[in-house]
Every structure is written in structure tokens, then in C-alpha cells.
């Protein structure tokens, strides 16, 4: 598939994907929305990947859902086409994703990147739910994951005043996972995914899943979920692999079997 709002290239075992509508600061409109999942899912579907990298510009990785693509909407279309639902799909990819933000990630942008598993952010970088000053709320799930991620206190905070959280507050507040140098952003971003896709897929994919159910289930059933995932990894070819070249004191060769 040619993409115009994004643009894809391979790094080895990794897949990058830049949001890449500038005039509008990466701002995420329907095009956008099909070709980032399709760029996703054939990642997702390509043997040779094993994680992905989402990154945007310097300026920004998106500054929201495109206002101007949704001022106009009513209730009855929106209602009626689930408006938003279809970021839901971003979130049934199986293999690791990483944001990695630079400058503005507001609105959808925020959601966005809250969607991925986790997030590396620029220095530079600008975290926020500015929805409210335009008479709406998050619509990509917002109010949801930013109150799981830095809890009600500071979700409300984003939420009701619509104010930006900068990136050393963003680490603080458990939002990003690591803050690093504007200019070291993607190589950091691709370095952190290579290193998951030499690991096995099974046991990324696994590891992945069980920490997704955290955010789902009770903790007992998060721990039997945890458990049984565990055991079935010890039907694979990379278990005794793994194992046996730490005795062996020699690199792991890996096959994802
Ligand atoms: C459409 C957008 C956009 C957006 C920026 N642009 N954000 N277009 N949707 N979300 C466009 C501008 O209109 C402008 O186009 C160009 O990008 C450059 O933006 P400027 O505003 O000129 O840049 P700057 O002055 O540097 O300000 C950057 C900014 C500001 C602070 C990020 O653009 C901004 O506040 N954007 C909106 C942020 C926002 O409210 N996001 C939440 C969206 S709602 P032109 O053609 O004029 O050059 C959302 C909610 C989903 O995501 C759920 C709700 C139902």
C-alpha cells in the first residue's frame, strides 16, 4: 500500500513508522487513522519484524484528532459510525510498540501514544487533554488511560484545565517510561525495539499480553494469567535455548519456536 500521511521503513528487525502531515502538526485525520493501521498490521503480519517504533516530527507527534476534519460532525453521525472506535485497533497489535514523542502529543496525540506500550519522549516533548478548551473530552480513551498512567489527581488536572505536562513530568508521573536528548529521540526509540526483537517473539508477545491484563482483571486472575502463560512458554524451542546458553555461557540464538 502507498501511504501519504506516514512513512515506513524497516530497520532491521524493526518497524518505523513517522506520522508525517506537517501542515497540520501530524493532527490525526481519517487517512491517517487506515494508514497507520494498515502500516501496523503489516508489521504485525511480516516475519522479519519484531517490534515497532511510532514516532512524528520535532515539532510534533501529533497535536490531536484534525479539528477541522471533525468540527462539523453531528451526534447522530457520530453516534452512528462509533466515531473513534476504529483506534481501538491499534491496541489488538501483538507485537511490541513503542511512542517515541517529540514537542506537542495533545489531544488524540496523547491518546495515541497512550495506546502504544510504551513511551520514550523527547526532552522536548508536550503531553496533553486540551479537548476541554474546544467543548469536548477525550474521545480515544483520555479519561481512561491517563487516570490509569498518573492517576486521578493529575488526570483530572489535564483533563478539566486542559494544561500541557512537559516530559520531566511526564517521567515523574509515570506516564513515559524514559526522557532522552531531542536529537538521540528515534535512534533511542529503534535501539530500545531492536533490543525486544532479538529477544523470542513468543515470550515478547507473551510478556506483552500479560502486562496488558494487569490493566484488565482482578490480581489473582492476573496472576494465574500470568502463571499459565508462563508454564506454556516452556513448550518452546527458545526456553531450552535460552536457559541453556546461560549455563553454557554463549549468546542465545533464538528461532521463535
Ligand atoms: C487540525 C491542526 C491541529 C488539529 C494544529 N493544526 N493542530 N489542524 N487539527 N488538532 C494545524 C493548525 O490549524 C495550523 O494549520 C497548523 O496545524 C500549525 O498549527 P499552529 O496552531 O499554527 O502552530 P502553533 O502556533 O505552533 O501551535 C501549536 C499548537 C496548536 C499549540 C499544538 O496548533 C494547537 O493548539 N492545536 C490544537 C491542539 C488540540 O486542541 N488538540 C486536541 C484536538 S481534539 P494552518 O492551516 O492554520 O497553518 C482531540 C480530541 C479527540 O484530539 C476526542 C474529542 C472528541
Known amino acids: 500500500m502507498a501511504y501519504e500521511t506516514i512513512i515506513t521503513e524497516t530497520h532491521g528487525k524493526v518497524g518505523l513508522i513517522t506520522l508525517n502531515r506537517p501542515q497540520a502538526l501530524n493532527a490525526l485525520n481519517s487517512q491517517i487513522l487506515t494508514e497507520l493501521i494498515a502500516a501496523v498490521n503489516a508489521f504485525g503480519a511480516d516475519a522479519g519484524i519484531g517490534a515497532m517504533v511510532i ?4 515539532k ?3 497535536a490531536g484528532a484534525d479539528i477541522k476534519e471533525m468540527q462539523s460532525i453531528s451526534y447522530a ?3 452512528a459510525q462509533d466515531f473513534f472506535v476504529g483506534w481501538e485497533e491499534l491496541t489488538r497489535a501483538r507485537k511490541p510498540i513503542i511512542a517515541a514523542v517529540a514537542g506537542y502529543a495533545l489531544g488524540g496525540g496523547c491518546e495515541l501514544a497512550m495506546m502504544c506500550d510504551f513511551i520514550i519522549a523527547a526532552d522536548t516533548a508536550k503531553f496533553g487533554q486540551p479537548e476541554i478548551t474546544l467543548g469536548v473530552i477525550p474521545g480515544m480513551g483520555g479519561s481512561q488511560r491517563l487516570t490509569r498512567f498518573v ?7 489535564m483533563c478539566l484545565t486542559g494544561r500541557m505536562m512537559d516530559a520531566a513530568e511526564a517521567e515523574r508521573s509515570g506516564l513515559v517510561s524514559r526522557v532522552v536528548p531531542a536529537s538521540d529521540l528515534v535512534e533511542e526509540a529503534l535501539k ?4 525486544i526483537a532479538a529477544f523470542s517473539l513468543p515470550s515478547v508477545m507473551m510478556a506483552k499480553e500479560a502486562v496488558n491484563r494487569a490493566f484488565e482483571t482482578t490480581l489473582a ?3 494465574r ?5 508462563f508454564h506454556s512458554l516452556f513448550a518452546l524451542d527458545d526456553q531450552k535455548e535460552g536457559m541453556a546458553a546461560f549455563a553454557e555461557k554463549r549468546k542465545p540464538n533464538f528461532t521463535n519456536r
Open 55 to 58: 514516532t512524528g516530527s520535532e
Open 60 to 62: 510534533a507527534f501529533a
Open 77 to 79: 453521525d457520530a453516534y
Open 151 to 157: 492517576g486521578k489527581s493529575k488526570a483530572m488536572d
Open 192 to 195: 530500545a525495539a531492536a533490543k
Open 221 to 223: 486472575e492476573g496472576l
Open 225 to 229: 494469567f500470568e502463571r499459565r502463560l
